[in-house]
């Protein structure tokens, strides 16, 4: 069996393919995650059109070079609207940019490529240019009148 028909055939055995996101558990939850940063940036929605845009103003507890938080296990207490995800309220994947794994499984996509779960490799989040790694400021850097002025065009939303 070569290397690719070996990941095939273990992708599709795979947990996410093979589970419902709400029969998950949590530890195969939380490795959906692809480590991108995307959910911790403010976003902006229009109140007339409904359409939301991305910024690259990222919250205070994100490591702009990691792509990680800072205090994962406390966000919640320390930044009252951080969008925790959850399997239970599928609504919110609305927030999600196209490219998140919770949403690809929710809307019965396949993972991509660069994906750490497929990839077994971490960092093909950054070589696909996925991760907001060097590409954000904080949000203490900037008051939040002026979040509009930091819309981007590079996520796919």
Known sequence: MHGNDRRMVTEGMAYWNTKKLDEMTPAEWESLCDGCG???LHKLEDIDTGLVFYTRV???LLDGKSCH???YEHRR???RDCLVIDAADMQQFKWLPRSCAYRILAEGRPLEWWHPLLSGNPDTVREAGISVTGRTINEQ???SEDFEDYIISWIDF
Do not use: G, H, M, N
């Open 38 to 40: 995307r959910c911790c």
């Open 58 to 60: 990222a919250c205070q």
């Open 69 to 71: 938080c800072t205090d």
């Open 77 to 79: 207490e320390r930044v």
């Open 141 to 143: 850097s900037v008051p």
